[in-house]
């Protein structure tokens, strides 16, 4: 059974860094496209960004200059960045992978549609 | 990079079907057929539902199926259920930006 856990700090002041990690269990992070997406209080979601199983990225454009993700396939771990946080950044933050396509032979991966989630870790941006 | 627009609410009796729109343009959910549906009952993370427009996930009833025409996509259940409350998004790649946009969520109430 796949499963993702989210972690991190649960406050960060602002103009600091928001960094929390994702385990991934259950399947290797060698494989799929692996997103982080947030929601603040009371709104809907917002898509972060991806790092490939090749580890390419690819970032939200309104966040693009504060953010980072990264992988250490020894950990089976994937990473998100955000600098410079304001309390705009208090959310609920998701990691969650994306969906293959085993039907003809060989496995093909997406990120536009996330069949595993995390079950979520607020981070709240406060002095 | 604008988010699909859904209607703020819906609502159904038990048993009876509604239809959840989500709107975007040519360069998104008229573009690809690469439209999801998540459900997010309140105080958990979303689930998939549909994606590729109207394949359903592994274990998703058939009672939810999705549509598309032109560039808005439609998620409909049938045969409601109390457990159906909560929050529906919708979600489709966007060719300019190639990344995803999510729509605003809308709110399923079972009366």
């Known amino acids: 059974q796949v499963q993702l856990q989210e972690s991190g700090p649960g406050l960060v002041k602002p103009s600091e860094t928001l960094s929390l990690t994702c385990t991934v269990s259950g399947v290797s992070i060698r494989n799929y496209y692996w997103s982080w997406i947030r929601q603040s209080p009371g709104k809907g979601l917002e898509w972060i960004g991806y790092i490939s199983y090749s580890g390419s990225t690819s970032y939200n454009p309104s966040l693009k200059s504060r953010v980072t993700i990264s992988v250490d396939t020894s950990k089976n771990q994937f990473s998100l960045k955000l600098i410079s946080v304001t309390a705009a950044d208090t959310a609920v933050y998701y990691c969650?992978?994306?969906?293959?396509?085993?039907?003809?032979?060989?496995?093909?991966?997406?990120?536009?549609?996330?069949?595993?989630w995390g079950q979520g870790t607020t981070v709240t941006v406060s002095s | 990079q604008s988010a699909l627009t859904q209607p703020p609410s819906v609502s159904g009796s038990p048993g009876q079907s509604v239809t959840i729109s989500c709107t975007g343009t040519i360069t998104d959910v008229g573009s690809y057929n690469r439209v999801s549906w998540y459900q997010q009952p309140p105080g958990t993370a979303p689930k998939l539902l549909i994606m590729d427009v109207s394949h359903r996930s592994s274990g998703v009833p058939d009672r939810f199926s999705g549509s598309k025409s032109g560039n808005t996509a439609s998620l409909t259940i049938s045969g409601l259920h109390a457990d159906d409350e909560g929050d529906y998004y919708c979600s489709s790649y966007s060719v300019t930006s190639m990344d995803v946009i999510f729509g605003g969520g809308t709110k399923l109430t079972v009366l």
């Open positions: 969650a992978r994306g969906i293959s396509d085993c039907s003809g032979g060989g496995c093909y991966y997406y990120y536009y549609a996330l069949d595993v």
